[in-house]
């Protein structure tokens, strides 16, 4: 008994020594709330040819929340002979490079440092393989597994044919298709991959596998903030809203035309304009700048739970967010009852706390956080149980910890902001208790009401 306390006290402390570090910006590839997550990439040679290969390539996205949205996908490697890739299926290469040295048969890509992507969805069907052609878009490993997985298969010439000739791509890129991932070099992995039949009833194996491990980081993305919280109360009527030049500054000298009024005469033609869908966010003019906005609020209190109302609003006019994802870290998820209109899983990073947890939009209703404007936010409410002991609403404990929009972490207002808690023993004042005298009136009005209307017109 004594043990398992113990244990739960160094792991507690354990972890606040881990938030404290995360709160410094995240300098590198190792996300706290994600410790393992990783793009593992899989390069299975299942059939040697006359001068080469045929491998299936599959990128493997083991990160819980981060996931790869449209463009997609850009996978580079170097090769280390002279090796020519013949044929792709389910993918191509973005350039064919110098091929003329070859007469009759054309390589379908003769560069040293090959790029390829994805195809996109509806590829003639003699060009695709299992888990290709979604256009580059890889969904994290907890929303969708299925969708979680990406391959394609290719045909290499002039590498050896055997499994002591052929040598491993080397400095392999993942681009997202910005920068972010950083890849470790090919491991040979035994035993080989296995490969079952569509109907169960036989395994092949490959002749050779090899492993790439890439891991993101938000610094080598060198990207700022994207999103940002603020947070209210129904104890406080203060909003504290984002703090003020969050994901930037609005600045009409030296960049003009950084964000867009809401009621500005060109607000259709710039969300039409050439930009449109790119991934560089124009967001509407605002003091945060932020393309996303969380908003938490602590909406009420009764005798066993307390509830938050949760609202993601989109401040960005150039992107609908498909299979957004929000991670929330708060000491009460272990004691989370209900959550309405959001789907929700236990991240629980470190065995024993689960305080972490992620939500993501249900299917057809909420998972697509619609452009700025009138649809552009989603929400949803969580109850959550109290426990006598721990439960308070002083020094900000009904806010969350931190919260991840995406797999990136939102900017949180000062913790001396928060919205602070009446005082303890409140004195009335006149409004006060005017509302009061109001309320009481109302109550007996409504109860003589009842009585009346049950004693005479109850029972007919
Ligand atoms: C990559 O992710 C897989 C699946 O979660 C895990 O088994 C593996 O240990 C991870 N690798 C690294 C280097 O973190
Ligand atoms: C190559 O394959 C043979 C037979 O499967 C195996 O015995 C040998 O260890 C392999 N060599 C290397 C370098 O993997
Ligand atoms: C891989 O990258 C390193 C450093 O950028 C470079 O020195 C090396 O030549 C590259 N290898 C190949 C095969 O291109
Ligand atoms: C930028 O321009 C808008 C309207 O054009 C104005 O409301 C805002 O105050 C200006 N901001 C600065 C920092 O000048
Ligand atoms: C967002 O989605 C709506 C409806 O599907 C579509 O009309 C609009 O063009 C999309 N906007 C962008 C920027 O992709
Ligand atoms: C906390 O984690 C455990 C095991 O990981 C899980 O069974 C439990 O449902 C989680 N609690 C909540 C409230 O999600
Ligand atoms: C969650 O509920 C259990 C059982 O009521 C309790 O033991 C535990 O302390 C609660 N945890 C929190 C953080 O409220
Ligand atoms: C509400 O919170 C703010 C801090 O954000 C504080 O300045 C203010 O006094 C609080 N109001 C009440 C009624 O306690």
Known sequence: MAATSLLRLCAAAALALLLLVGAAPLTEAYDPLDPTGNITIKWDITQWTADGYVAVVSINNYQKYRHIQAPGWHLGWAWTKKEVIWGMMGAQTIEQGDCSQFKGNIPHCCRRDPTTVDLLPGAPNGMQVGNCCKGGVLNSWVQDPVNAVASFQITVGRSGTTNRTVKAPKNFTLKAPGPGYTCGAAQKVKPPTKFISLDGRRTTQAHVTWDVICTYSQFVAQRGPACCVALSSFYNETIVDCPKCSCGCQNNITN?????????????????????????????????????????????????????????????????????????????????????????????????????????????????????????????????????????????????????????????????????????????????????????????????????????????
């Open 256 to 460: 003009p035309g950084s964000c867009v009024e809401v009621n500005s005469p060109y607000l259709a033609s710039v969300v039409n304009g050439p930009g449109k869908g790119s991934s560089t966010p124009l967001v509407r003019c605002s003091p945060h700048m932020c393309p996303i906005k969380v908003h938490w609020h602590v909406k009420a209190n009764y005798r066993d739970y307390w509830r938050v109302k949760i609202t993601i609003s989109n401040w960005n006019y150039r992107m609908n967010y498909s299979q957004w994802n929000l991670v929330v870290q708060h000491p009460n998820f272990d004691n989370v009852t209900t959550i309405f209109s959001f789907n929700y899983k236990a991240l629980n990073p470190y065995g024993v706390i689960n305080d972490t947890a992620m939500l993501w939009g249900l299917k057809y209703y909420n998972d697509l956080l619609m452009v700025a404007g009138p649809d552009g936010n989603v929400q949803s409410e969580l109850l959550f149980r109290k426990d006598p002991s721990t439960f308070t609403f002083e020094k900000g404990w009904g806010f969350p910890r931190r919260i991840y929009f995406n797999g990136e972490s939102c900017v949180m207002p000062q913790p001396d902001l928060y919205p602070w808690l009446p005082s303890s023993s409140p004195r009335l004042t006149k409004t006060a208790f005017l509302a009061l005298a109001i309320v009481a009136c109302a109550t007996v009005a409504f109860l003589y009401n009842h009585l009346v209307l049950d004693k005479y017109c109850g029972k007919s």
